[in-house]
């Protein structure tokens, strides 16, 4: 019989963040660089505008994206993985593999 072991809570808490919907896909798509919101928008069009802004304030209270404001006429924003979403997007990155392989 297997023994019942409790997850550690850092555990828990990862998969907390990284298992609500939309959160992989936009740290996927934030993993080939900068993107401005409209850009992620049309990335992934079935995610409302509403769900990103959430999603993506989530993010950066978890320290896993960067909100950079670009200060040229127009300004601008852009979000960009720090480098503790970068080591969370190297991680996600075999799942495209992954779904080659077996989501076709």
Not at 30 to 42: A, N, T
Not at 80 to 93: E, P, T
């Amino acid at each position: 019989m297997l023994e019942q072991r409790n997850l550690e809570p850092c555990i828990e808490r990862s998969f907390e963040i990284i298992g609500k919907r939309w959160t992989g896909l936009i740290i996927y798509v934030l993993s080939s660089g900068p993107k401005r919101f409209s850009e992620i928008h049309k990335m992934i069009p079935d995610l409302s505008k509403r769900m990103l802004t959430e999603r993506i304030k989530e993010l950066e209270e978890h320290g896993i994206v960067v909100r950079y404001v670009i200060a040229e006429r127009p300004i601008r924003t852009e979000y960009l993985l720090s480098k503790k979403g970068v080591a969370l997007g190297n991680i996600l990155g075999p799942i495209k593999d992954w779904a080659n392989s077996y989501m076709q």
